[in-house]
């Protein structure tokens, strides 16, 4: 990965294109080299920034594909919380439902006890009148 980034980097200022300066006196003429000599830094920084973005770009992307392939409690975490709380409200309202049921059977219980109650205490009475009856037609 470093060699193509170095081999990217050397092509850069292969290709750069041959500055020529003006001939003075002792040399090159000072200011223009000055200059393109500012030149060429801006854009080795700026080509450093953007090297450094791009292995932080990489580097985030194989991350993220490492997480993919093996993910991880804490990428999952807001979800499953999500999914655990549904179920708490569901199993609330299923408990709920569930109570009201029962109260509802409960007090139906009750109340066929209470007919039964009647309609055997009535049937006793019946049959407690009915032997009196008989045990007053035989004394007679």
């Known amino acids: 990965m470093q060699s193509d980034i170095d081999a990217q980097l050397n092509n850069f200022f292969e290709d750069a294109p041959a500055r020529e300066f003006d001939v003075v006196l002792r040399g090159y003429d000072r200011h223009q080299v000055h200059d393109h000599l500012k030149q060429v830094d801006n854009e080795l920084r700026q080509t450093r920034e953007q090297l ?15 997480e993919q392939e093996r993910p991880t409690y804490s990428g999952l975490g807001a979800r499953i919380e999500q ?17 009201s049921e029962a109260n509802e059977i409960k ?25 009196t009856r008989e045990a007053d037609d035989m004394r007679t």
């Open 52 to 66: 450094q973005g791009l292995q932080r770009e990489l580097a985030d992307s194989q991350r993220q594909l490492q």
């Open 107 to 131: 007090a139906a219980s009750k109340v066929e006890a209470a007919d039964l109650r009647a309609a055997a205490e009535n049937e006793a009475a019946e049959k407690r009148a009915l032997a």
């Open 83 to 99: 999914l655990l709380r549904l179920a708490e409200e569901q199993a609330t309202e299923l408990v709920q439902a569930a109570r």
